[in-house]
């Protein structure tokens, strides 16, 4: 069970931390990601992270966002910075075995938490 919690209201140029905890479950074997879905839209590729700690990120948030994660603690994080408008979308952490190449699909991804809201104001 992958849990997701941080989000909430900020004004454009703040920033918000998000955080996924498991329970019942190690991740330290997974990929951790991080995808959004906004209004009316497709569910779109945030951030993944491998156990090591190797990472990437989707365009529309490279330089603003990083994702981060403690094995120990079975917790990953996503540190948002910079949040513009066009951010708002509810935020769901996943996990996935796929390979590297592959851990942007959602598709790909098997276990997922419930999402968490993120609002931006302009």
């Known amino acids: 069970q992958l849990q997701a919690s941080g989000g909430g209201l900020v004004q454009a140029g703040g920033s918000l931390r998000l955080s996924c905890a498991t329970s019942g479950r190690t991740i330290r074997n997974y990929k951790m990601g991080w995808f959004r879905q906004g209004p009316g839209k497709e569910r779109e590729f945030v951030a993944v992270i491998a156990s090591g700690g190797g990472s990437y990120y989707g365009d529309s948030v490279k330089g603003r966002f990083t994702v981060s994660r403690d094995n120990a603690k079975n917790a990953v994080y996503l540190q948002m910075n910079f949040l513009k408008s066009e951010d708002t979308a509810t935020y769901f952490c996943?996990?996935?075995?796929?390979?590297?190449?592959?851990?942007?699909?959602?598709?790909?991804?098997?276990?997922w938490g419930q999402g968490t809201q993120v609002t931006v104001s302009s």
């Open positions: 996943a996990a996935t075995t796929v390979a590297w190449s592959a851990a942007y699909r959602p598709d790909n991804f098997y276990y």
